[in-house]
């Protein structure tokens, strides 16, 4: 677990690595509220459980970025143990989803459950916390049904795996697209500012200006 939650504008987060793939599954919260979304619940549910309770948290939402089972392959036993809805990600993503189970065994996950996502996000949708309203930006190429959660208020977003600090996501993937991930890159997250700083789904946070300097796949754009 992170060493210390983060705080901007009353609205905290903190990543938890989960699953063998140390994906960067994160708590965002209203600290005035104390509701809370979990992103990304690939697995390692006690671990996420127990945090939620040390922050004295009161979980009512899961939100998706993508499919893949080390992003989602938790979703479908919390949500069912815990009667949370499951926003996100966007419908492009439906065939990952049906595909769980077959992606828990290529990769020697737990089993995973599917589910049915309560609401499917869209370009320019929103997600809310307590008072604080998230923008999501549709961001395929990854997968195609990819999308990023942008925190204005505290210059921040979950943007899963469509970009690393040094890299960017994979897009050999079926229905993944490199023209269209270095697209969704510089015309969706650039926009958000430099200051801006990102969770990836994997790796330490970097911000959107230090990439448009050094990153070799989408530096100088």
Not at 4 to 18: D, E, F, R, S
Not at 205 to 212: K, M, P
Request: charged letters at 20%; proline letters at 8%; one cysteine or more.
């Amino acid at each position: 677990m992170s060493a210390a939650a983060i705080m901007w504008g009353m609205l905290k987060y903190q990543t938890i690595p989960v699953t063998p793939f140390a994906q960067n599954c994160s708590l965002i919260w209203c600290d005035e509220t104390k509701e809370a979304a979990v992103i990304d619940p690939g697995g390692d549910l006690d671990r996420l459980k127990d945090a939620v309770s040390t922050l004295g948290l009161n979980l009512r939402h899961i939100w998706l970025t993508h499919a893949h089972i080390d992003h989602a392959g938790g979703t479908g036993q919390l949500a069912r143990e815990l009667d949370l809805p499951i926003i996100g990600p966007h419908p492009g993503d439906q065939f990952w989803i049906d595909a769980l189970p077959e992606q828990s065994q290529m990769f020697n996950f737990a089993p995973a459950e599917t589910f049915q996502p309560t609401r499917w996000l869209n370009d320019g949708d929103t997600v809310s916390l307590g008072a604080h309203e998230i923008q999501v930006r549709h961001c395929p190429g990854h997968t195609p049904g990819h999308v990023v959660f942008y925190a204005p208020q505290i210059k921040r977003a979950f943007v899963g795996d469509v970009l690393f600090a040094g890299s960017i996501g994979r897009t050999d993937f079926p229905q993944g697209d490199y023209d269209t991930l270095i697209s969704s890159i510089t015309q969706r997250l650039w926009p958000m500012g430099d200051d801006t700083v990102f969770i990836p789904g994997h790796g330490p946070e970097s911000s959107f200006g230090r990439e448009r300097q050094s990153n070799p796949y989408v530096g100088g754009t």
